[in-house]
């Protein structure tokens, strides 16, 4: 059975910086692209990053370049997101999620809540 | 960036009744549109890959249709449980989703 854990979100302040951690098992993790998706409260999904399998290629949405980085341990089975320079705007419900063909989106964690506030 | 445009943004139905949301793309993707189904505080789940495959274990009342910029997620003979947000989402350039579709059971 795919589980993927998201970890690391909580109450932080403006201006801070949160790492967000992902733990899967169940699929061979190592071969799949992951992604993180956000959802701020009461509203819509938000595609903010992609990591491919095995070159590691990074994307990000436009918007959100520059604060957000991606990045993966194979070995860990761990996914990850960094962001710094926090603003009230990041606050969200942050999902891990695979994409077993590099596109669809397959599997989804339960997600993490950030919250931004002073 | 792509633009997925979804309506309505709201539907009330009737159990049995079928329902048809839509999904428009601000320019050509091909197939690459995909349906995913919101519960109150759960995550998304994955209904309709490229635009017509049903992923494992869907219910067949749920199928979708269209490529290029236009796309039909249909659910024939909504069931109780089917009371969720829709949502579509695209990955022919990056990615990105539609603004989604509440549907509520009357």
């Known amino acids: 059975e795919v589980q993927l854990v998201e970890s690391g979100g909580g109450l932080v302040k403006p201006g801070e910086s949160l790492r967000l951690s992902c733990a899967a098992s169940?699929?061979?993790?190592?071969?799949?692209?992951m992604n993180w998706v956000r959802q701020a409260p009461g509203k819509g999904l938000e595609w903010v990053s992609s990591?491919?399998?095995?070159?590691?290629?990074?994307y990000y949405a436009e918007s959100l370049k520059g604060r957000f980085t991606i990045s993966r341990d194979n070995a860990k089975r761990s996914l990850y997101l960094d962001i710094s320079t926090l603003r009230v705007e990041d606050t969200a419900v942050y999902y891990c999620?695979?994409?077993?063909?590099?596109?669809?989106?397959?599997?989804w964690g339960l997600g993490t809540l950030v919250t931004v506030s002073s | 960036e792509i633009v997925l445009t979804q309506s309505p943004d709201f539907q009330s139905v009737t159990v049995k009744e079928k329902v048809t949301i839509t999904c428009r793309a601000s320019q050509d993707i091909g197939n690459s549109l995909h349906w995913y189904q919101q519960k109150p505080h759960q995550s998304p789940k994955l209904l309709i890959k490229?635009?017509?495959q049903s992923f494992s274990g869907v219910p067949s009342r749920f199928s979708g249709s269209g490529s290029g910029t236009d796309f039909t997620l249909t659910i024939n003979g909504l069931e109780a449980e089917d009371g969720a947000t829709y949502y579509c989402h695209q990955t022919s350039s990056l990615s990105s989703f539609g603004g989604g579709t509440k549907v509520e059971i009357k």
């Open positions: 990591i491919n399998a095995y070159t590691e290629n990074t």
């Open positions: 999620v695979s994409a077993t063909t590099v596109s669809f989106f397959d599997y």
């Open positions: 169940g699929f061979t993790f190592s071969a799949y692209r």
């Open positions: 490229f635009a017509s």
